[in-house]
Nanobody, 125 residues
């Protein structure tokens, strides 16, 4: 059984920063990708960033490069999403997830097998 628990969301003013955490437990993660997605009301779930657990290779949605940084701490089994220069358009529920297979397409939500419960991020203008 895999469990993913996000934390770190909240209310922040535009221009501010937040760091989200995703604590992972259960079955092995080393061969998989971990991803962050977000979903705003009335919109589809959107890819934010992904990281390979073993090597730390990182991937980002093009529109978020330079503002968001994904990282992981293998010893703590935790993945992070540092979000800087936040904008009201970044408001959404943020989810972390683990892919179904080592070579899954990390950009596609359907390629992820396990999801956390989500954490709300609200950016006020």
């Amino acid at each position: 059984q895999v469990q993913l628990v996000e934390s770190g969301g909240g209310l922040v003013q535009a221009g501010g920063s937040l760091r989200l955490s995703c604590a992972a437990s259960g079955r092995a993660f080393s061969a998989y990708m971990m991803g962050w997605f977000r979903q705003a009301p009335g919109k589809e779930r959107e890819f934010v960033a992904a990281i390979s657990w073993s090597y730390g290779f990182t991937y980002y949605a093009e529109s978020l490069k330079g503002r968001f940084t994904i990282s992981r701490d293998n010893a703590k089994n935790t993945v992070y999403l540092q979000m800087n220069s936040l904008e009201p358009e970044d408001s959404a529920v943020y989810y972390c997830a683990r892919t179904k297979a080592p070579y899954s397409d990390y950009r596609r939500p359907y390629e992820y097998e396990y999801w956390g419960q989500g954490t709300q991020v609200t950016v006020s203008s």
